[in-house]
């Protein structure tokens, strides 16, 4: 029995109507860990009420093709005894195992011609590696549903969260639980999750010649979320030696396991957007409030960075809305002039300005954006403007569509 506090119905609605119906194409949910992959998968099989099987290659040793060739041939075997009845296959953690796109297609394939109704989802918490494969090898045989973190409606909907514990304690479910003992909730996030993902996603799954170096650009990040930093700024920052081309690399790695992102300048053209400073920017607040030393009482007290976690989850809630949409985010600086964050979509743009203040006199860096994009729409979020609370609740594509 699933828990019922850990169901996402939109996510599930969705998968569930791609499983209806004819074997069409391999499905495959991407996202961080602990953001409910494996339960939506536990949640189709129920729903469905179809014969399946489930395996996981989640484990510190890797596995071989030959893993996958032995799963996918007990559906074939639970298919064709069952008289030819649709069985799903749910392989988890699928980025684990090198070469699995190729044997996907193979195995695929195989079934297409002999029209073997296996149909089949996987699942991976690498999702950056997980793309690789798809592109690599499985060109029009799949669909991805990309499972973002939690969203503030889902934790309040879930767990009856007030807004400001969503802004400090982020958008993990399982350690939901845990926040009334934060010296627990602190060393489930570090060790379960935090630590994991590193080990398993990152360093057991990529190339990092500097693990160290990796290691300290994700705590200088979390410490640093919502401020911009130059490469040797951050090289300034560490200890370990690196350049300027390891550690854009390695914030490559972090956003592709959902941990964090360098948001990019917004500008004229793509080419001074890429060679601009990141704008650092945690994916889920827990991981900025975990590796911190003040607890939930003494954050909010602390005007300054009650502020910059405040600005983090508005700028968290907007990475995990738009990605994977024609929809993208950066921040914009022009000399003394900032915007904490753009959208754009297209000719479309949106300035968004972040304030955990109670009242504002002047936004020179919204009117500065106005002037050079006439067109723009330009939103304040907090103090006298949007609530933080409303702006979370609402999608982040509408404030394109009005």
């Known amino acids: 029995m699933v828990n019922r506090r850990f169901h996402r119905p939109g996510l599930h609605r969705t998968l569930s109507a791609r499983f209806r119906g004819p074997r069409r194409f391999i499905q495959v949910l991407a996202g961080p860990r602990q953001v409910g992959k494996t339960t939506l998968a536990v949640q189709l099989v129920d729903e469905l009420s179809c014969a399946s099987h489930y395996a996981s290659a989640d484990e510190p040793t890797l596995k071989d093709t030959a893993w996958i060739e032995a799963q996918w041939e007990r559906a074939r075997m639970q298919s064709r005894t069952g008289r030819r009845k649709s069985v799903l296959l749910t392989l988890d953690e699928i980025q684990k195992i090198p070469g699995w796109s190729e044997v996907v297609k193979r195995l695929w394939d195989e079934d297409t011609r002999q029209s073997l109704p296996v149909k089949v989802l996987l699942l991976g918490s690498a999702p950056l590696l997980v793309e690789r494969g798809l592109t690599e090898s499985l060109a029009g045989r799949f669909e991805v549903l990309r499972v973002p973190h939690w969203s503030y409606t889902e934790m309040r909907d879930a767990f009856g969260w007030d807004v400001e514990k969503y802004i400090y304690f982020g958008a993990y479910p399982g350690a939901a639980a845990l926040i009334r003992n934060q010296q627990?909730?602190?060393?489930?996030?570090?060790?379960?999750?935090?630590?994991?993902?590193?080990?398993?996603?990152?360093?057991?799954?990529?190339?990092?010649?500097?693990?160290?170096?990796?290691?300290?650009?994700?705590?200088?990040?979390?410490?640093?979320?919502?401020?911009?930093?130059?490469?040797?700024?951050?090289?300034g920052q560490l200890t370990d030696a690196g350049n300027t081309t390891t550690l854009a690399h390695y914030l490559d790695l972090l956003a592709g396991a959902g941990l964090m992102a360098g948001l990019s300048k917004f500008a004229g053209n793509a080419v001074r957007q890429r060679g601009s400073?990141?704008?650092?920017?945690?994916?889920?607040?827990?991981?900025?409030?975990?590796?911190?030393?003040?607890?939930?009482?003494?954050?909010?007290?602390?005007?300054?960075?009650?502020?910059?976690?405040?600005?983090?989850?508005?700028?968290?809630?907007?990475?995990?809305?738009?990605?994977?949409?024609?929809?993208?985010?950066?921040?914009?600086?022009?000399?003394?002039?900032?915007?904490?964050?753009?959208?754009?979509?297209?000719?479309?743009?949106?300035?968004?300005?972040?304030?955990?203040?109670?009242?504002?006199?002047?936004?020179?860096?919204?009117?500065?954006?106005?002037?050079?994009?006439?067109?723009?729409?330009?939103?304040?979020?907090?103090?006298?403007?949007?609530?933080?609370?409303?702006?979370?609740?609402?999608?982040?594509?509408?404030?394109?569509?009005?």
């Open 184 to 235: 627990r909730w602190r060393s489930y996030i570090v060790d379960s999750l935090i630590e994991t993902t590193l080990s398993r996603d990152v360093l057991l799954l990529s190339r990092v010649d500097k693990p160290a170096l990796l290691r300290q650009l994700f705590l200088l990040g979390c410490r640093f979320s919502g401020q911009i930093l130059s490469y040797n700024k951050m090289l």
């Open 277 to 402: 400073s990141p704008k650092l920017q945690v994916l889920n607040t827990a991981l900025m409030a975990a590796t911190s030393d003040l607890d939930f009482g003494r954050a909010r007290r602390d005007r300054e960075l009650w502020g910059r976690v405040v600005e983090t989850a508005i700028g968290a809630h907007l990475v995990n809305e738009t990605v994977g949409t024609p929809v993208n985010l950066f921040y914009w600086r022009d000399r003394n002039w900032e915007v904490d964050f753009v959208l754009a979509r297209g000719r479309k743009l949106v300035a968004i300005e972040v304030k955990s203040g109670r009242r504002i006199e002047r936004l020179p860096g919204l009117a500065k954006f106005g002037e050079i994009h006439p067109g723009a729409r330009k939103l304040l979020v907090g103090a006298d403007g949007i609530p933080i609370e409303e702006f979370l609740l609402t999608p982040a594509a509408t404030w394109l569509s009005r």
